[in-house]
């Protein structure tokens, strides 16, 4: 393993500089990082025949192998996660703790697929005829593309080459245009521990659309695994019917956030922090829309006022930071732009200041008085701002919190334990969170429902969608 930051992409155990390169820059002041490898068609298709070459050998290699070597790349993060998480923050913006957290996040990924390789059982069926044995056996899909996003680059990588690996299958990744130096620092771990040559291949790209959607149109893929946004995840399920090829899709969220009556309201804010700020509230599953009761709404903005004031905002690298910058200039035009529709439209600023559009700090900001026909209330708003809105009972918090397209995930606090089971049962969503604002761990299956997505990652189910079920019938007599 080199010291230095790799950018040459990663295909069939070499690192290819290529023709044409690109920078990757900090989204805090656009200080040039690195220039990286712009993989072009050849590229991509070397990456792919190296996966559908070396498959069948890795497929056969005994479950316990690949799970050992899982176990050593998830190790080998654990024991750099300073370096890997100082260039997360460089390439993300994401404070230092926050990237720390995700490096250990992402190698429990590695951990826990690791040991579950050696789990990946069959069935034995009885059959109605006594001279007949039937067995299923779960079985390798195929070369996998694996297409992540910006805003967690190791840990949505992870979660998906886990999971392939430990089934059986290789994997073809493209990370986003903005964060491929984390993916390709992983790729250099992943040689490091011995994985071998084509296994696992990155092919970095400025131009993600085209050369991603050439990636997954190869008839050597057969399994296509996708976290980002819900426009792009719908038109690459398009694209996969031409092959069937199975797809997994984690995709946009919209989550509500209820605080009941009842709540434990410190509990609830500090729940609110967690799940409203984490990568300056750039993930999917932020929650995105308060529901309040009624009768504790101007007690909880009160405490919450309190809570977010406290906030530091600077740059990801200063050790006090909680809110780093967002990714770009276009995430602070968007996030600008729902903020000034919503006071246009009557929202209360109770704290914070929209953005000036200068700087990519975003001062966190709250909001009451929202209203469904407010931009906010509807999209994914990915960035620091937090949006009020009271409910009469627990019946309209329901009603109002499933008034959206995606359903990724909902949280909701209540002291009560049969109206933490009612409102959980009646939430429209993959994922919910009682009295809890972190939900995502390896051993649980994440992802959602409606616009929000297709398939589970972590957890055994994670490893189902890179699976066949192949079902044997043997005469014995
Ligand atoms: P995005 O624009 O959809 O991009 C995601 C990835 O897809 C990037 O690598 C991108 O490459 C690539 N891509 C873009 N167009 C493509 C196309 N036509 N065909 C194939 N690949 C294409 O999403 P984003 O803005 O990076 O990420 C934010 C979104 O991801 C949010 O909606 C968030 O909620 C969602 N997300 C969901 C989860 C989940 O688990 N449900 C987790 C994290 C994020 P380029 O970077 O080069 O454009």
Redesign the pocket.
Known sequence: MSETIKGDAFVDGRWLPGTARFPVKDPFDDTLIAEVTDADEAMVDAAVAAAARVFPTWKRRPAPERGKLLGQLGARMLSEERRLAELCTRENGKPIKEAIAEVRYAASFLTWFGAEASRIYGETIPASNPDQRLTVVREAIGPVAV??????PYA?LTRKLGAALAAGCTVVA?????TPLGTLALADLAEDVGLPAGVFNVVP??H??KL??YL?SRPQIRKISF????E?GQ??MKNAAADLKRVSL????NAPFIVLADADLDAAVAGALVAKFRNSGQT?VAANRFIVEAPIADAFAEKLCAAVGKLVVGRGSDSATDIGPVIDNSAVEKIAGLVDDAVKRGATVLLGAPPDGKTRLIHPIVLAGITPEMALWRT?I?GPVIALRTAASEAEAIAQANDTEFG?VAYVYTRDGARQQRVAEALEAGMVGVNEGLVSTAQAP?G?IKH??LGREGSRHGIDDYTNLKYIATRIG
């Open positions: 297409i992540t996003p910006w805003n967690f949505m493209k990370p986003a245009e903005a790209s400025s993600g659309g991603g959607g997954l976290t980002g946004s819900t792009v038109q690459i984690e995709l946009g969220g999917c994914e990915f990724l994440f959602g929000s997505g």
